[in-house]
């Protein structure tokens, strides 16, 4: 374990002296003035209300009605964890899933297999039901990049959440869906978008750390490694990037729920259908999920570019050792053998 800075150490401290591991709890969703208010204290709140009017339209057979034989982007994984530490011929690896084109219909059979020797999760990330460009009424359609892949749910899956939009005078840069269950785990890493992420089936689990607590998340330099498959119907194995240099800056944290840093304060939250979390822009957070009756997990996020103006965005830097020369991860990755 590397030495932390004393100053960013102090600054923990005076952190967790003065806000401890609580976390507002509100029964409804907030004014525009209200949720700009929590932004200026960049806190999580869980709201006990839902942008999502009728969490009950998510189910199965309405997913299968509305997408029919449209493809959709899965992401597969031997253990769960995509986008993640994991341990590979005696070094460790940021690995990234493998992605492989099926229906909804396949999918959502394939997930409830308990005996399948992969996980399977929706999880594209880049707007796969609203995309920025969706919000920028001076492209026409011919400009846009492409569709997003889940549009046909855009009945159901509001576009913007209109406190926030008007709060942050923005639309959202992007509005996603989520589909898994409870073998999916996704790393501890930190957004710079301001989060607002509701449960429409089965529940969350947040284990969440502040900016002023990126000293102890351990970044190190990773190589990037890829989950591929050698050829149809065989089984997924983790390719290292040929490039050596191609590297990414990540915490060595791999479970803060079975090992939380020495001298951390995790705020631990869970999200239940029908609730809503604010998540501020630069929180680490790990997140775990529950199934509900079908074995599923489902959930909507919209996240909202962050501002870049004034001193946030420079703080945030900050705490991250990301100013001027200064780097809070190690330049190599300690298990290197090479």
Same mark, same amino acid.
């Given at each position: 374990?590397?030495?932390?800075?004393?100053?960013?150490?102090?600054?923990?401290?005076?952190?967790?002296?003065?806000?401890?591991?609580?976390?507002?709890?509100?029964?409804?969703?907030?004014?525009?003035?209200?949720?700009?208010?929590? %932004?200026?204290?960049?806190?999580?709140?869980?709201?006990?209300?839902?942008?999502?009017?009728?969490?009950?339209?998510?189910?199965?057979?309405?997913?299968?009605?509305?997408?029919?034989?449209? /493809?959709?982007?899965?992401?597969?994984?031997?253990?769960?964890?995509?986008?993640?530490? %994991?341990?590979?011929? $005696?070094?460790?690896?940021?690995?990234?899933?493998?992605?492989?084109?099926?229906?909804?219909?396949?999918?959502?059979? /394939?997930?409830?297999?308990? !005996?399948?020797? =992969?996980?399977?999760?929706?999880?594209?990330? !880049? $707007?796969?039901?609203?995309?920025?460009?969706?919000?920028?009424?001076?492209?026409?359609?011919?400009?846009?990049?492409?569709?997003?892949?889940?549009?046909?749910?855009?009945?159901?899956?509001?576009?913007?959440?209109?406190?926030?939009?008007?709060?942050?005078?923005?639309?959202?840069?992007?509005?996603?869906?989520?589909?898994?269950? =409870?073998?999916?785990?996704?790393?501890?890493?930190?957004?710079?978008? =301001?989060?607002?992420?509701?449960?429409?089936?089965?529940?969350?689990?947040?284990?969440?750390?502040?900016?002023?607590?990126?000293?102890?998340? =351990?970044?190190?330099?990773?190589?990037?490694?890829?989950?591929?498959?050698?050829?149809?119907?065989?089984?997924?194995?983790?390719?290292?990037?040929?490039?050596?240099?191609?590297?990414?800056?990540?915490?060595?944290? %791999?479970?803060?729920?079975?090992?939380?840093?020495?001298?951390?304060?995790?705020?631990?939250?869970?999200?239940? %259908?029908?609730?809503?979390?604010?998540?501020?822009?630069?929180?680490?957070?790990?997140?775990?999920?529950?199934?509900?009756?079908?074995?599923?997990?489902?959930?909507?996020?919209?996240?909202?570019?962050?501002?870049?103006?004034?001193?946030?965005?420079?703080?945030?830097?900050?705490?991250? $050792?990301?100013?001027?020369?200064?780097?809070?991860?190690?330049?190599?990755?300690?298990?290197?053998?090479?």
């Amino acid at each position: 374990m590397s030495t932390l800075d004393p100053v960013l150490l102090q600054i923990a401290k005076e952190s967790q002296e003065m806000n401890g591991d609580h976390y507002k709890v509100l029964d409804r969703l907030p004014s525009a003035l209200e949720f700009l208010r929590l %932004v200026h204290i960049s806190r999580p709140v869980l709201f006990l209300e839902s942008p999502v009017n009728e969490p009950a339209q998510f189910s199965d057979e309405f997913l299968l009605q509305r997408m029919g034989q449209n /493809e959709i982007s899965i992401a597969k994984t031997p253990s769960g964890r995509a986008d993640a530490i %994991v341990y590979s011929d $005696g070094r460790e690896y940021f690995a990234e899933p493998c992605t492989e084109k099926m229906t909804m219909q396949a999918f959502l059979n /394939e997930l409830t297999n308990t !005996d399948a020797s =992969e996980v399977l999760y929706l999880q594209s990330q !880049d $707007g796969n039901v609203y995309r920025a460009e969706d919000f920028n009424e001076d492209l026409d359609k011919s400009e846009r990049q492409r569709d997003s892949e889940l549009k046909l749910l855009r009945d159901i899956v509001p576009p913007q959440v209109p406190f926030v939009t008007e709060a942050l005078d923005q639309p959202p840069d992007a509005v996603n869906l989520w589909i898994g269950d =409870e073998r999916s785990i996704t790393s501890i890493h930190a957004d710079p978008y =301001e989060n607002i992420y509701t449960v429409v089936r089965g529940a969350k689990h947040f284990t969440l750390y502040p900016p002023t607590e990126s000293c102890f998340m =351990e970044r190190r330099m990773y190589r990037r490694a890829e989950y591929q498959r050698p050829r149809p119907g065989a089984l997924l194995v983790l390719r290292p990037n040929e490039n050596s240099d191609d590297k990414i800056p990540w915490p060595s944290l %791999v479970d803060p729920d079975q090992v939380s840093p020495l001298g951390s304060m995790p705020v631990r939250i869970t999200v239940e %259908v029908g609730q809503t979390l604010y998540l501020p822009a630069g929180w680490w957070h790990y997140v775990r999920q529950s199934n509900d009756h079908t074995g599923k997990c489902v959930a909507i996020n919209w996240w909202y570019d962050m501002e870049m103006q004034g001193s946030r965005w420079l703080w945030l830097s900050f705490l991250k $050792g990301e100013l001027g020369d200064g780097e809070a991860f190690s330049e190599e990755d300690d298990s290197d053998t090479d």
